[in-house]
């Protein structure tokens, strides 16, 4: 994280934001004429309350809500402990109900954002800068709104559009289609006003974390890529490609050479693929990948002085992907016998044992329930010891023990995700399209990621292929549910030994829930088909 960025996001929160759930309150500004923004920076921390609400639950809410419901990640019990009464275990089985504190709490999360973006749009538009800074400031605030908005209609599908600030009235649902419209024509809107990434270091450690035209390319190429499902019409496969295109025609962006560098503690500006990340240090609450997915014999060997977690894992059928001769991708995940780091991502010939033993330490990928607590593989040392874990966004050695955060920005777009959804468009029947004077193929595109990574080259590629690779190459980033979802896999069900439980399986759960508590303060809301009323 960018200690630039920490004292806007600092002096955000001083100003002050609160996201009121109740559309119908009066609202009641805290500007007045003795203390209404006037200097840019001013308007950049006032801004910048946008980007601390996007921090507070991006990396573990929202991220569990994508992940904990696939095969990508599961938190089970161990003889009770970490079943949270159940939240988790009802993730993985698909068994969520409309008062789940997920559903509810990411809900209140995504629209609070966005009336505080309305809000924000008010003030500016209210703001004595001059036309040509409001109309940034206005491109940057509808940018991140769009964000939010498509974050909404992802997870829950039929929502409101609510664009003024206050709401004179209770809102209706709008259908998925009518939101996917409004995002389009908003991103369309503010694209020629949105800056461009640039050669100019400075200029680029400014607009990091902020919305660019790179950013709104990204988000257009991900709906055009599921456009058939959020909206039940026609495919656009050709438009997820002008988008790609679209983004690599910037040759600012590159891919790095070295794929751990993207996700470690100093990662930042200087990560020269990512369109679009969430900045995070141990002053900015939210980023608790590590804390919850490493395991917590190997801290000494590690040099951390914070007590972490055994608790999140993946299961053995994700992690058999990672299988490829070479790939420093598998390097990613904790498993098998345990040695010293080298400090370089890789490890030494030196075993890490148990705490005073000789015995070393072995992860092994296997969950084996133990039941009849549900989804609990007990608490043994063995146990413990039960399912890979993901080392992706590497801890980071300066978390202390009274915070347990991480220093690494959470990347949400980057270009080999841009890469491979230029590759499925094609393979579901795009035109092939060339950038950098190479033909893009899907071959050559999927090689362009394996030859970074150090893995075999791909010979073929195929749907299935693709979806492999994505989840090598964009594992714990947030879109295995989206990506289930496309390819027909959401529903499909990998049983782990002496399970007493089954997924609910019916299709209605692509869509999460519209919070009963939400219904009950707006009538005007719709329950998405399938969830009781």
Partial sequence: MKRTHIALFILALAIGFSACRKLDVPVESQYVSGNFPVTNNDYAALLGTMYTNLASNFAVTYWRMQELSTDEAILPARDGNFDDGGQYRQMHYHTWTYDHPYVTGIWQWGFGGINNCNRLINLTISSKADTTTKLRNIAEV????????????????????????????????????????????????????????????????????????????????????????????????????????????????????????????NNGPQINETIFAIPYDQQIPGNQFTRFGFYYYLVNAYGFNVGLSIAMSTTPEFYNRFNIPGDFRTKTWLVGPQFYPDGNGGFTNQPVYYPGTTTQIVITPNLILVPPKPMDVG?????????????????????????????????????????LMKAEAELRGATTTTAGGALQTPQYLVNQLRTRSGAQLCPTVTLDTLLDERARELSWEGWRRNDLIRFGQYEKEYVLPNDNLSMDKSAYRRLFPIPISEIRLNSNLTQNPGYPK
Avoid: W
Wanted: aromatic fraction near 12%.
């Fill in 142 to 265: 509808r940018a991140m709104r769009a964000l939010y908005y498509y974050f909404m209609m992802d997870l829950y599908g039929n929502v409101p559009v609510i664009s003024t600030f206050p709401v004179d009235t209770l809102p209706h649902t709008q259908s998925r289609a009518a939101v996917f419209n409004y995002i389009e024509n908003e991103l369309k809107a503010v694209l020629p006003i949105l800056p461009n990434k640039s050669n100019n270091s400075d200029t680029n450690r400014l607009q990091y974390g902020r919305p660019t035209r790179a950013m709104a390319f990204s988000i257009l190429a991900k709906m055009y890529l599921n456009a058939d499902i959020y909206t039940g019409g026609a495919t656009r496969y050709n438009d997820v490609v002008a988008m790609c295109d679209s983004i690599q025609n910037n040759k600012n962006y590159t891919l790095d050479a070295k794929f751990r560098d993207i996700f470690l503690p």
């Fill in 379 to 419: 608490n043994t040392t063995a146990s413990q010891a039960e399912g890979v874990r993901s080392i992706k966004y590497y801890p980071d050695p300066t978390t202390t023990q009274a915070t347990r955060l991480n220093g690494n920005d959470v990347p949400v777009f980057r270009l080999s995700d841009i890469y």
